[in-house]
């Protein structure tokens, strides 16, 4: 057993060093040029694409206005871009007045935003997820302007209590080139660190933007490992109209983790955009093991994406490539599910054996996947998530993220066996009994 723990040790502490290598190799190329903070508009109008901009919402009273405002403040010509906010019939499951719905109506019935191209979709169902929001409003798009406007226009999928610069649409525009179909912004999880009062929750938007920086953009311009299966996040994802044509639609259900499957699967290339969409972090661990299990959840159904993207594919045999992407997904989903948990595992053998050097041994691992990133960020980032805390003492909250990060990365399993379970009742009973999470 004491050797089995020595060697599951010595890999997580090999794991955490690799993932540092990854952030230490990233970050210089982000300040230096690729995530340019002071970012000049080139001279779009040469190519203007269209851009469609979705924006699914369900209960966002307190965000929609400022969102909009942001939206038609965008340094992008006016005729080269359309929002489309969908509404859902669950707003009225619960009784809010005024829902973002009335808000909604009101704003247009102001004309509050002159100059914004502002389309209001409706999914009339009270059942569903976000995807079939997107779905519904996609596909009454194509009956609005044809297939082939929709070919050609780009499909932004924004969230309303997200941040967005003056520059958002701009920034995608300059990144489209021939040949790429799927773009992607990289994010930062401190929207809403200001008003967190738990610490562990201070901890998530630190590790997770290490995690976004060491191991999202290197999946996107193919560093380290490029034959891994990609997954997209929901804001800041454009695609053209045409592959989502071609893939039928939003994948029922968690869209976005499934359309990088399928863009792995059928080897379509993706491309990250300059500059970094700020984002809300949990506000709760509750949230959080929600929240953590609909990723686990979401990219576990790769098993079913595989069948659909050979079906789709011209040459329908299994390549070599297939393999490897099977396996990582595989490979990825076992460390995923226990990283955290050997970690704590680790430390209570080894203080049952009373074993100092394998105590060490996991401590040094510990610190070294979830402190140390703690500090990276934080310093790097100092800026953005330091300014959000407008009188705040900054320190404090440091000090706070620092000591609970090793507490969190070793719960992260909690969230994470609760997606299993809601996976493997998909896969054996055909049940999706996803929890619903706060937006």
């Known amino acids: ?48 694409y269209k851009i469609l901009v979705l924006v699914p919402i369900l209960h966002e009273e307190k965000t929609i206005e400022k969102f909009l405002t942001d939206l038609s403040n965008q340094d992008y010509p006016k005729d080269f871009y359309e929002v489309y906010v969908v509404t859902t019939q669950k707003e009225y499951s619960e009784n809010i007045e005024p829902n973002t719905i009335d808000i909604l109506k009101q704003i ?4 509050k935003f002159p100059k914004l191209r502002l389309t209001i979709i409706h999914y009339p169902d009270a059942e569903g997820f976000k995807t ?50 799927i773009y992607q912004q990289p994010l930062l999880w401190f929207k809403n660190i200001d008003t967190l009062k738990s610490s562990l929750m201070y901890s998530f938007a630190f590790l997770q933007s290490f995690f976004s920086i060491s191991y999202e953009i290197p999946m996107f311009i193919g560093k ?19 592959f989502i044509i071609r893939v039928g639609g939003f994948p029922d259900i968690i869209e976005d983790v499934r359309l990088g499957r399928l863009s792995s699967f059928l080897n379509v290339k993706a491309k990250l955009v300059p500059g970094f969409g700020i984002v809300e972090t949990a506000k709760s661990l509750s949230v959080y093991i929600k929240q953590s299990s609909i990723w686990f959840f979401g990219c576990g159904l790769f098993i079913s994406d595989y069948p659909f993207a050979r079906s789709l594919r011209k040459t329908k045999s299994v ?21 955290g948990l050997f970690h704590l595992a680790g430390l209570i053998f080894s203080l049952t054996y009373m074993s100092i050097p394998l105590f060490v041994l996991f401590v040094s691992s510990l610190l070294l996947n979830s402190t140390i990133p703690v500090f990276l960020v934080s310093k790097d980032f100092k800026g953005i998530w330091r300014k959000k805390l407008n009188n705040r003492n900054g ?41 619903k999470t706060e937006r």
């Open 224 to 242: 380290f490992c490029p034959w891994r299966l990609k997954y997209f996040v929901g804001h800041g994802l454009c695609i053209r109209g045409s």
């Open 395 to 435: 320190t404090i909250v440091l000090f706070r993220s620092v000591l609970f990060s090793p507490i969190l990365y070793m719960l992260n399993f909690i969230g994470l066996y609760y997606g299993l379970y809601k996976l493997l009742k998909f896969y054996l009973w055909g049940q999706i009994t996803l929890p």
């Open 319 to 339: 390549t070599m490539k297939d393999f490897v992407l099977i396996f990582y997904g595989f490979f990825k989903a076992f460390r995923w599910l226990n990283k």
């Open 108 to 111: 247009i019935s102001e004309n």
């Open 1 to 48: 057993m004491i050797t089995i723990l020595y060697i599951i040790g010595f890999l997580l502490f090999f794991h955490g060093v690799y993932q540092l290598i990854k952030y230490l190799i990233v970050i210089p190329k982000i300040k230096k040029n690729f995530f340019n903070t002071t970012f000049t508009v080139k001279n779009y109008l040469e190519k203007t």
């Open 132 to 181: 079939h929001q997107l779905d519904f409003a996609f596909n009454q798009i194509r009956k609005n302007i044809g297939d082939i406007a929709v070919s050609e226009s780009f499909f932004l999928f924004l969230d309303a209590d997200s941040e967005v610069d003056v520059n958002t649409l701009a920034r995608f525009n300059s990144s489209i080139e021939n040949g790429t179909e």
